[in-house]
């Protein structure tokens, strides 16, 4: 399918790896030159100039913390006038309830509710002048079914969908979408390291630990970056104009509810 997407310009933030990397993958095969970023300069340049090499589009690389506004303002800067916004960051750490105190909340706002609601302030207002945007945020299945290990998460990316439920209706009659898409199980290092995690705490070896993940997943498997890459492209696409203020889960069939 012809996304429409042929020389827009997106950003697609927290990109050197993962579900950040799946999309601007899938947005480079649609023809969309890119603003790609992450901390570790290395990983990202190399990933940038493979998808230039095997696409054939431009991509800027912003090797900073998105999480600074420092940061923020490199990647907004080195994109200036864009067409679409992905927005990613790496997710809080685990722990329980219990662990938890107003720095540890305030870390979590600034990464995963703040920083992708100041993005969206600063490209909303020329997407709405030129009357097309496309914006897709990375949130988490555990904005559905929350996960009790990573309350940080469920709660910082909550914040975050109230946001966009309400602003994503403002900016609709302009031709500007923002959707979330909620990722389940996905095979990427975030997952490894959870694993990990998992193993530490039950005595559990990390194929045991991997086999009862994919084992509770109706699909019987985790995503891939790259499907979870088309989701995102396509939301991003010309026929994605109605599609507005929505949370779309990518989980495999692992939350079980009739909506
Ligand atoms: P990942 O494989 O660990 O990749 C994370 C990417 O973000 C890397 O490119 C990393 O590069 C970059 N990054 C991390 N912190 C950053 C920062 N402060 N500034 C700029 N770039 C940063 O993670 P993933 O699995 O793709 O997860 C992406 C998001 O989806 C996370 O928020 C995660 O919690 C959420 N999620 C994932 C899953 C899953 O199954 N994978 C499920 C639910 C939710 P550098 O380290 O070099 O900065």
Aim: glycine share 12%.
């Amino acid at each position: 399918m012809d996304l429409g997407l042929r020389g827009k310009r997106a950003i697609v933030c927290a990109s050197s790896k993962g579900l950040g990397l799946g999309c601007a993958e899938a947005l480079a095969e649609a023809g969309v030159d890119l603003v790609m970023n992450a901390r570790g300069a290395e990983v990202l340049e190399s990933e940038a100039a493979r998808l230039r090499d095997t696409y054939g589009v431009a991509v800027t690389t912003v090797a900073c913390d998105l999480t600074t506004p420092e940061g923020q303002a490199q990647v907004l800067d080195a994109a200036g006038a864009v067409d679409i916004l992905v927005n990613n960051n790496g997710g809080p750490p685990p722990g329980i309830w219990s662990d938890w105190d107003r720095d540890d909340f305030i870390k979590a706002l600034d990464a995963n509710m703040l920083t992708p609601i100041a993005l969206m302030k600063a490209v909303l207002p020329g997407m709405m002048d030129r009357r097309w945007g496309r914006v897709v945020n990375i949130t988490s299945v555990s904005v559905k079914a929350p996960i009790a290990t990573l309350g940080l998460s469920n709660s910082a990316r909550a914040g975050l969908t109230g946001y966009v439920g309400g602003t994503s209706r403002q900016v609709a009659p302009y031709g500007v979408t923002i959707n979330n898409l909620l990722p389940g199980l996905h095979d990427t290092d975030r997952i490894k390291t959870t694993d990990a995690a998992v193993s530490k705490q039950t005595g559990q070896s990390l194929d045991q630990v991997r086999a009862e993940r994919e084992a509770s997943i109706p699909v019987g498997r985790m995503g891939t970056p790259q499907e979870f890459g088309q989701a995102c492209a396509f939301l991003c696409s010309q026929h994605a104009g109605f599609i507005v203020g929505q949370n779309i889960l990518l989980d495999g069939g692992v939350t079980n509810a009739t909506l």
